[in-house]
Nanobody
Framework: QVQLVESGGGLVQAGGSLRLSCAASGRTLSSYRMGWFRQAQGKERDFVAA????????NYADSVKGRFTISTDNAKNTLYLQMNILKPEDTAVYYC?????????????????WGPGTQVTVSS
């Protein structure tokens, strides 16, 4: 069992930055791959970024490459998403998730555990 809780969301102007955190607890976290997803109002949940707990393997959605950085702090069991050069289209509820799949995956249905989400609003 893995428990996830996001924090760090809020309201920011376009061009600004936010850092999201996801506190993780549970057994054998190192055996999971972690991901960030987002869901805008009325839209499907979309992949944002994913990482292995070791940090050696990362992948990003094309829409955030070069602006967002995913990272982990193993000592704190915390996942981060640094978001820079934010755009109004980044507005969404952001979720962290954990998957037991060994290979990278961008499919929400392949993630076993989810946090409750944190709202990010980018004003123009």
């Amino acid at each position: 069992q893995v428990q996830l809780v996001e924090s760090g969301g809020g309201l920011v102007q376009a061009g600004g930055s936010l850092r999201l955190s996801c506190a993780a607890s549970g057994r054998t976290l190192s055996s999971y791959r972690m991901g960030w997803f987002r869901q805008a109002q009325g839209k499907e949940r979309d992949f944002v970024a994913a990482i292995s707990w070791s940090g050696r393997s990362t992948n990003y959605a094309d829409s955030v490459k070069g602006r967002f950085t995913i990272s982990t702090d193993n000592a704190k069991n915390t996942l981060y998403l640094q978001m820079n050069i934010l755009k109004p289209e980044d507005t969404a509820v952001y979720y962290c998730a954990a998957t037991s799949r060994i290979v990278p995956t961008e499919e929400p249905t392949e993630y076993n555990y989810w946090g409750p989400g944190t709202q990010v609003t980018v004003s123009s």
